[in-house]
């Protein structure tokens, strides 16, 4: 064998290797997809309309809270993802907060709160109370209610062993990509926000355990949007009972 046929029959080699290398990764990808209970899950995370979530475990973490009973559950950490006023409700935070709440706001926003305030830059992650909470962007692209250049933000974060996203408002933007999370709350009520079909190939683009649409069912959207992204959708979709 002359040398340079040893040297193609190397270069083959090698080539051959990133091959294996590249495809078991990708399979390792798909592996790593974390066994999450839709059921369990679902005994933790309560919609409590429009585009306010609690969850429940070893923390209760509220993310925008609006319109809550006055008896509402404590919260212990309280996430804002703008400053309109169906996401930043003082009135409602006051229900939930205590001296020990921590509430987290995009480092855009200029308010003052008479609590504990943490702010994030999008991209950054902070911990609380143990709890991971990256701000990822939240923005529309042809709409103007809330331009990319505002620094509003939507919230992955890690309670429990569960990776939770909940989008804010925004249309489907090409950062969602990047998002890795088992339980994603999609705004689908359009108008402010992305609608149902944007919001399924959102989903598309996430690949999460459990979606849940949020962001209907009062001020914009109905419950058709919510169905017709349960209908668009390829993985789980939960539509939540409101509750108070
Ligand atoms: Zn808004």
């Known amino acids: 064998m002359n040398k340079q046929r040893l040297f193609y029959l190397g270069i083959l080699h090698v080539l051959i290797i990133i091959l294996i290398v590249s495809c078991s990764k990708e399979g390792d990808k798909k592996m790593q997809k974390k ?13 409590l309309g429009h585009a306010a979530v609690k969850i429940n475990g070893t923390k209760t973490i509220y993310v925008d809270p609006y319109e809550l009973s006055d008896d509402a559950e404590k919260a212990d950490i309280i996430m804002i993802t703008h400053n309109h006023y169906d996401h930043l409700s003082v009135e409602d935070i006051k229900k939930i907060a205590t001296e ?3 509430i987290v706001i995009p480092a855009s926003l200029l308010v003052s709160l008479e609590y504990s305030v943490n702010k994030v830059d999008i991209g950054q992650t902070i911990i609380v109370m143990g ?31 569960v990776t939770y996203y909940h989008a804010g408002d925004t249309d489907h ?7 890795d999370a088992d339980v994603v709350f999609l705004p689908v009520g359009g108008t402010y926000t992305m609608g149902a079909a944007q ?46």
């Open 35 to 47: 066994e999450i209970s839709i059921d369990s899950v679902l005994e933790k995370i309560h919609w």
């Open 131 to 161: 709890i991971p909470i990256k701000a990822v962007p939240a923005y529309n692209i042809v709409k103007s209610f809330h331009p990319r250049s505002q620094g509003y933000v939507g919230y992955v974060f890690t309670l429990d062993d």
């Open 173 to 179: 933007i090409p950062e969602m990509r990047a998002v």
């Open 100 to 102: 020990r709440t921590v």
């Open 199 to 244: 919001a399924a190939e959102a989903a598309k683009d996430i690949d999460p355990t459990l979606a849940v649409p949020i962001h209907w069912g009062s001020i914009v959207g109905s419950e058709a949007d919510a169905e017709k992204f349960k209908g668009l959708c390829e993985c789980e979709v939960r539509i939540l009972e409101k509750e108070h």
